[in-house]
């Protein structure tokens, strides 16, 4: 070999790597601007009463709650501004519209306890509690309350009041569900998850086993008087009798199945006299809200609907008008959508847990079946024709999203910042595999330079080049 061939060998080398590494700098940046613009630019933020977005103007006053790190819970007046706000507690999960008291509402609120003291032995514990406040002069009474000794999974997400002293609350920690006269406080019904499912299933027992998220006393129709029950670990919808025990057959979803529900939020349950037996219900880990039709012993699919920025949602409410009032967690927003599956209305939120249209009553409460308002569905897939051919980032979102498996995506999403988003990930994702593909190419150079051959099967001389 020659001398000069060498040297413009080497040349010819270095500029290659040094384009490479150009290459490499640029993507960082790239990818590392769209991470400050998120964390920075993204601006969404709900951690004070100064913070909160305004909201559409609506038809009714709209109370959202959130339970990520800024628990809050806030009241939109029908012009879009914030008539009430409170962040005093940990965590804020269901709120309901107090029947007959306008502007009255009543919620389940978590504080956790962080130092070792009288009320917590070894911390971190919860104090769960039901309040009922006075949107209008802020006015707040605690209606019932209980320690618990842990945190993770020992919140009460739902709480259903029966008459003016009774309440069912669905509590994750003891995987129950029991009726409590708030007056005396004797639990006067329990109905216990264990009496009818293996603890071999779920969740991990008894860190997170059911997560009994949602219950319901349903007052009308042929189910009268029964619990429905939500187990977001089993993907199951449950129907106790409190006199017998869980009717089977009413059962809708099972464990692992899907395609049918996966770890689901709020079903609400449409009676008779409303177009049903139908609920309407939160299919979070699968990105959509739909609602089931009993017709002829079975459940079926009578309506789903989703976009491409909906992500773990777990609220649907249908509505008295026929829209229906979704709280989208992920996609960081609360909204109407109407019966043709059009966004109406809609608020940004980080991470919203749960909504009320308090003129509407609690829940779906008048509101009527798909089945009866031949609602039109939509899945996400209808609208990808809407989007840029050229949203690189949302294409590796969506490559992220594939990958990484559903739970544990949202589960990142969750205790990641607010501001974290599907293209936050991905640019994430892009800056990591750039500089494991960058130090790994340096390393070979290195190797190659200090006159170390790596042979492989694809090796060639340079004699071949
Ligand atoms: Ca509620
Ligand atoms: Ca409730
Ligand atoms: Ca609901
Ligand atoms: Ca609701």
Sequence with gaps: MDQPSRAARRTRSLITRNRLRLVFVVIVVLSAAVVVHGASG??????????????????????????????????YAPDGS???????????????????????????????????????????????????????????????????HREIAAEWHDVDRIDDERVLVADIVADQ??????????????????SEFPVEGGGPYPSDWAHINDVEYIEEGELAGHVMVSLRNQDQVVFVDPETGMNDEWTLGAEDDYDVMYEQHNPDYIPESEGGPAVVVSDSEN?????????DGEWTRSWEWSDERMQWPRDADRLPSGNTLVTDTHG?????????????????????????????GDESTDGQSARELGLESRVAEDDGESESGFDVLGGLADVVESIVPHRLYNGLLFVSPVWMGRSEFAAVAVIVLTGLSWTGIELAWRLRDSGVRIRSPVYRDDSEE
Aim: include cysteine.
């Design 177 to 194: 569900v029991f009726v409590v006269n708030t007056e005396t406080e004797v639990v006067e019904w329990l109905w216990d998850a264990q």
């Design 42 to 75: 993204g601006g969404l933020s709900t951690a004070t009463e100064e913070d909160v977005p305004r909201a559409e103007p609506s038809d009714g006053h709209t109370v959202v709650t959130e339970s990520g790190r800024a628990g809050t819970i806030t009241a």
């Design 287 to 295: 990105g959509r809200v739909q609602e089931f039709q009993r017709e």
């Design 82 to 148: 914030v008539l009430y706000y409170d962040n005093s507690h940990t965590k804020y999960f269901d709120v309901d519209p107090v029947e007959g008291e306008e502007l009255t509402v009543e919620y389940a609120a978590t504080d956790t306890i962080h130092s070792e003291g009288p009320t917590c032995e070894a911390p971190p514990c919860t104090r769960n509690v039901i309040e009922r406040t006075d949107l209008s002069t802020g006015e707040t009474e605690v209606i019932y309350e209980r320690y618990d």
């Design 332 to 360: 960081n927003r609360v909204m109407e959508v109407t019966p043709d599956g059009e966004i109406e209305w809609e608020v940004e939120s980080t991470l919203p847990y749960e909504a009320e249209r308090l003129e509407t």
